[in-house]
């Protein structure tokens, strides 16, 4: 089976760095994805790594590394907009691709 | 980016009827969506993956005479709630996955009520 383990909860300041990190196991791995999920709202494609190392968009950067089953989201110059959960979910072949979440890391930015 | 809408946004129906949500991929052709629950504070359970012109493939605990799945062309699949109860209240969320790449994308989700 798969199992992904994320903080339940990060606080983190206005214009500051955050770091949230995801550790999985998994048969078959195919690529790790990073989404963002405001209360209430369906989830929203932040990112998509299947080799290792960094993959830098605007603000957000996610790193992946296949060997430690690791990958963390890093975002910079927080905002206030940015309090959501961050859900790491990990692709995984067995007949089909399939797409397992974690449970989500949920961000609060305070000013 | 592709979109994928879902219909209706929330509903809130009486505890013995069925309720049918709708999801379609408007820009692109999608040979698989997947139905998505989410009860509060948890995270997404992917409960079946919907194939265009094939039966559904419903993930262990699912039932699949309760939650049905029709995906009847690459741009409409939908899930019908049967004899819903108050404990089928949830987040349903589907997703459509464009077959040219291993991404898939959110509809808005349903908010299902049940009382």
């Known amino acids: 089976g798969q199992n992904i383990d994320q903080p339940t909860e990060m606080t983190a300041t206005e214009g500051a760095i955050v770091q949230i990190n995801c550790t999985y196991q998994?048969?078959?791995?195919?690529?790790l994805f990073w989404y963002q999920q405001h209360a209430g709202e369906a989830p929203t494609f932040l990112s998509y790594?299947?080799?290792?190392g960094l993959e830098e968009k605007g603000r957000f950067s996610s790193f992946l590394s296949r060997s430690k089953g690791y990958s963390y989201l890093l975002l910079k110059e927080l905002q206030m907009k940015d309090s959501a959960s961050y859900l790491c979910?990990?692709?995984?072949?067995?007949?089909?691709?399939?797409?397992?979440f974690g449970t989500g890391t949920k961000l609060q930015v305070i000013p | 980016g592709a979109v994928v809408s879902q219909h209706p946004s929330r509903v809130i129906c009486k505890s013995g009827t069925s309720v049918k949500i709708e999801c379609r991929s408007l820009?692109?052709?999608?040979?698989?969506m997947f139905w998505y629950r989410q009860f509060p504070k948890q995270s997404l359970m992917l409960m079946a993956t919907s194939n265009e012109g094939s039966k559904a493939t419903y993930e262990q605990g699912v039932e699949k005479d309760k939650f049905l799945i029709n995906h009847a062309s690459l741009t409409l699949s939908t899930l019908t709630v049967t004899s819903a109860h108050p404990e089928d209240s949830s987040f349903y969320i589907c997703?459509?996955?464009?077959?040219?790449?291993?991404?898939?994308?959110f509809g808005p989700g349903t908010r299902l009520t049940v009382t």
């Open positions: 979910a990990v692709g995984h072949s067995g007949g089909y691709q399939k797409v397992t």
């Open positions: 790594n299947v080799l290792d």
């Open positions: 998994t048969s078959g791995f195919n690529g």
């Open positions: 997703s459509a996955r464009d077959g040219l790449a291993s991404l898939e994308y």
């Open positions: 820009d692109f052709q999608a040979t698989t």
